[in-house]
């Protein structure tokens, strides 16, 4: 089965950039996104297409794409940051769904 | 603005059956792609099944194939999961999310870009 894999937590200290990785042989081929879960809440989408960013989420927030691996940036981190960050990722066909286990963002 | 609400969920034996609604406002919901995603306590979020525009074509997880069904009404704005056969590990929080799907120089993209608030579902006895 299809599969993409990210660290289980990453810490920075405020202002600091995070970067959140997402690994998987099939990223190449696929679009993959990027969103963020607050503790009680449902995600939000911070980014699709590997790179886009949806109108209202901040500039910080971006991703990009290299071979195998997609990443989250996060410039200039804030407290309000700090929360579960996950990605997501297709089949060939744009069908099933996969999504990484998630990574908790620390802010220091 | 888009807004995504779902009920049907509760506490229900080992074995029993549930059906999940989820009931669309503030954009076209017959024009496009919807999903949920569940999430157990604790644990990350788990795709379960996806359903195009006019609901004739759906495809799900392996896990839950033959126990849940995903299907649409779009005359009442409305999206559905039939969860039968129930188990302890499907206790979870349950999404709907509507999804932008398509293919973009040679390759797919799927994401989901609105979020319902959530429904939960216990499995116990």
């Known amino acids: 089965s299809y599969e993409v894999t990210q660290p289980p937590s990453v810490s920075v200290s405020p202002g600091q950039t995070a970067r959140i990785t997402c690994s998987g042989d099939s990223l190449p081929y696929q679009y993959s996104s990027w969103y963020q879960q607050k503790p009680g809440q449902a995600p939000v989408m911070l980014i699709f297409k590997d790179n886009e960013r949806p109108s209202g989420i901040p500039e910080r927030f971006s991703g990009s794409s290299s071979g195998t691996t997609v990443t989250l940036t996060i410039t200039g981190v804030q407290a309000e940051d700090e929360a579960d960050y996950y990605c997501?990722?297709?089949?060939?066909?744009?069908?099933?769904?996969?999504f990484g286990r998630g990574t908790k963002l620390t802010v220091l | 603005e888009a807004h995504l609400v779902e009920s049907g969920g509760g506490l229900v034996q080992p074995g029993g059956s549930l059906r999940l609604s989820c009931v669309a406002s503030g954009f076209t919901f017959s024009g496009y792609w919807m999903t949920w995603v569940r999430q157990a306590p604790g644990k990350g979020l788990e795709w379960l099944a996806n359903?195009?525009?006019?609901?004739?074509?759906?495809y799900s997880l392996f896990s839950v194939k033959g126990r849940f069904t995903i299907s649409r009404d779009n005359a009442k704005n409305s999206l559905f999961l039939q969860m039968s056969g129930l188990r302890a590990e499907d206790t979870a929080v349950y999404y709907c999310?509507?999804?932008?799907?398509?293919?973009?120089?040679?390759?797919?993209?799927?994401?989901?870009?609105?979020w319902g608030q959530g429904t939960t579902v216990t499995v116990s006895s």
């Open positions: 997501q990722s297709a089949d060939s066909g744009g069908t099933s769904v996969v």
């Open positions: 359903i195009n525009q006019d609901g004739s074509e759906t």
């Open positions: 999310a509507r999804a932008q799907r398509g293919l973009l120089l040679s390759y797919y993209y799927y994401n989901m870009d609105v």
